[in-house]
Structure formats: C-alpha cells, structure tokens
C-alpha cells in the first residue's frame, strides 16, 4: 500500500517515528502539520527521530518546493513549538553536511 503522509498518517500510538532523509522534501508549512499530526501518534515517551541534509553553501535550491535547511538551530526551531525536548546535531564532511534529531515530550536519553 502507498499512501501520501500529507493525506494522513497510519494510526498510533508508536513508540518511535523515524523520519529519515524525507524532512527536506516538504514546505514550511507541510513540515509543521506532520510534525502536529505525530505528536498525537507518539505515546508519552515515543520519539521522532532522523537526518537531513543543509541547504547547499552556494545558498542554491536543489528542488524549489522543498525547505533546506541552513543550519542545526534552523531545523531545531521546528521542533521546539510541538516537543518539549529536542537534540539537533550535526557531521560536517567535504562534501556533506548532515543534520540529525531527535525530539520527545519525555527527556531523551543519551546517544553514543
């Protein structure tokens, strides 16, 4: 079965949502809808977590309907309105620059 999430997501609750190299493809807005929708599909202590890429550093657009995002505080600013704890963090390479997350209404355990 194939389904598009802005039409809506499978019922919950779970325990860990991962949304993994797919955060970049939707708009500000479409960002911030899905992010309500899985705070509701999330139990007390589920988790969303992931990566993402940043936006080029010649500031070029790869597809003009997705939102690339600059930096690890850019993509942290999603979170914080719909999560009460959030880590945002990052590896820098030549020719990547990754963002990962991880956001929950209950503390998140260390990583590593």
């Keep these: ?8 997501l499978p019922a919950g609750p ?7 190299a797919a955060i970049e493809h939707f708009t500000e807005a479409e960002i911030d809808k899905l ?5 509701s599909l999330l139990g007390s202590d589920g988790i969303l977590s ?3 890429l940043t936006e080029a550093a010649d500031g070029k ?5 997705h939102y690339e995002f600059k930096d690890k505080e ?3 600013r999603f979170f914080t309105p719909h999560f009460k704890f959030v880590k945002v963090w ?3 390479y030549p020719t990547r620059h990754n963002l990962y997350f991880a956001a929950s ?3 998140i355990a260390p990583f590593g």
């Design 50 to 52: 992931g990566y993402t």
């Design 35 to 39: 992010l309500r929708e899985m705070v």
């Design 105 to 107: 209404q209950s503390e």
């Design 90 to 92: 990052e590896t820098i």
């Design 74 to 76: 850019d993509l942290r």
């Design 1 to 8: 079965m194939q389904k598009d999430v802005r039409e809506g």
């Design 61 to 65: 657009k790869g597809n003009a309907l």
């Design 14 to 20: 779970f325990d860990n949502i991962v949304w993994d």
